[in-house]
């Protein structure tokens, strides 16, 4: 099956400093990739989509220039926690739609990177 | 908006079947889906059931839709200490909605 990785699957950063995550489609190609975070014992809360090529459409109440989103291929979207705080500690997930269009449109969910802010 | 309400915690007796409910918000939803996520992993689909269908059953599992009344259902016939997890139901228009999960335990 499809595969998405994230980079890294950890991370622990002091306050105010500014932490990169990677979401990369191994073998497919994907127009959109989504960011989602998930705190814990919750639900997973969509943060913003990610289209190849064009600006994030982010949800609302989600900051866009603290979560700077990037999509600069068809296989790898970044998202950049700018000035970290310790309430930005979180679960954050990435999925990927595939291009070739499954009939029910399976979004492929990476396995998450944990950012922890000290 | 939309909305997505599931139980947050079910127990079950190891080989019995579990059975998770899920009620949703938007009628004009096309796909339903039911996720597992095990701890410090990500989403893994389980299973998905399209709008128009009523039933939808893969090995263990089976899917149950009530259209009219917006709740979906998932059976998991003889629940194994492998079924511990947490299981999100999902509805998908645009984009998926996920509820806030329900934590599958299993009793010896």
């Known amino acids: 099956g499809a595969v998405v990785s994230q980079h890294p699957s950890w991370v622990i950063c002091k306050s105010g400093t500014s932490v990169k995550i990677e979401c990369r489609s191994l073998d497919f190609q994907a127009t959109t990739m989504f960011w989602y975070r998930q705190f814990p014992k919750q639900s997973l809360m969509l943060m913003a989509t990610s289209n190849e090529g064009s600006k994030a459409t982010y949800e609302q109440g989600v900051e866009k220039d603290k979560f700077l989103i990037n999509h600069a291929s068809l296989t790898l979207s970044t998202l950049t926690v700018t000035s970290a705080h310790p309430e930005d500690s979180s679960f954050y997930i990435c999925?990927?739609?595939?291009?070739?269009?499954?009939?029910?449109?399976?979004?492929?969910f990476g396995p998450g990177t944990r950012l922890t802010v000290l | 908006g939309e909305d997505v309400e599931q139980s947050l915690f079910l127990s079950v007796r190891e080989g019995d079947s579990s059975v998770i409910n899920c009620t949703y918000t938007d009628s004009s939803s096309t796909y339903l889906y039911w996720y597992k996520q095990e701890p410090g992993a990500g989403l893994q689909l389980l299973t998905y059931i399209f709008s128009n269908m009523d039933m939808k059953q893969d090995q263990r599992l089976t899917v149950l839709l009530n259209k009219k009344d917006k709740h979906l259902s998932l059976r998991i016939a003889d629940t194994q200490t492998g079924d511990s997890a947490i299981y999100f139901c999902?509805?998908?228009?645009?984009?998926?909605?996920f509820g806030k999960g329900t934590r599958l335990h299993i009793l010896p």
């Open positions: 999902a509805e998908r228009d645009d984009k998926i909605i």
């Open positions: 999925s990927a739609r595939d291009l070739a269009g499954k009939a029910y449109n399976e979004q492929f």
